[in-house]
């Protein structure tokens, strides 16, 4: 398991912009497939978005195509989650998780067995 730290979290207007970044404490984040999810109050746990250590592919949920952009920079051992476009919905703690597969990009939480503590997002005016 990896030690996984969550930031850029806070209080954003419908249609504005976030970035959430994805560390490991004390260690790396290269061998490891990434995704982020989301809880909202009252709702089930959410898989936002993944990518693949092996190739960097990504997968979205419906609900972020088009609006969000996962990213990793190796040389900073970060992984971070581009949000624009946000709406009220979009509300939630946000979560990163590690997955010790290289080849696995999965929007479901069963593979992942490292997680982060979380960071809000609130979208409101």
């Known amino acids: 398991q990896v030690q996984l730290v969550e930031s850029g979290g806070g209080l954003v207007q419908p249609g504005g912009s976030l970035r959430l970044s994805c560390a490991a404490s004390?260690?790396?984040?290269?061998?490891?497939?990434i995704a982020w999810f989301r809880q909202a109050p009252g709702k089930e746990r959410e898989g936002v978005s993944c990518v693949r250590n092996i190739d960097g592919g990504t997968h979205y949920a419906d609900s972020v195509k088009g609006r969000f952009t996962i990213s990793r920079d190796n040389a900073e051992k970060t992984v971070y989650l581009q949000m624009n476009s946000l709406k009220p919905e979009d509300t939630a703690v946000y979560y990163c998780a590690a997955d010790v597969s290289r080849y696995r990009c999965a929007l479901n939480s069963d593979p992942y067995d490292s997680w982060g503590q979380g960071t809000q997002v609130t979208v409101s005016s």
């Open positions: 004390g260690s790396s984040l290269e061998s490891y497939s």
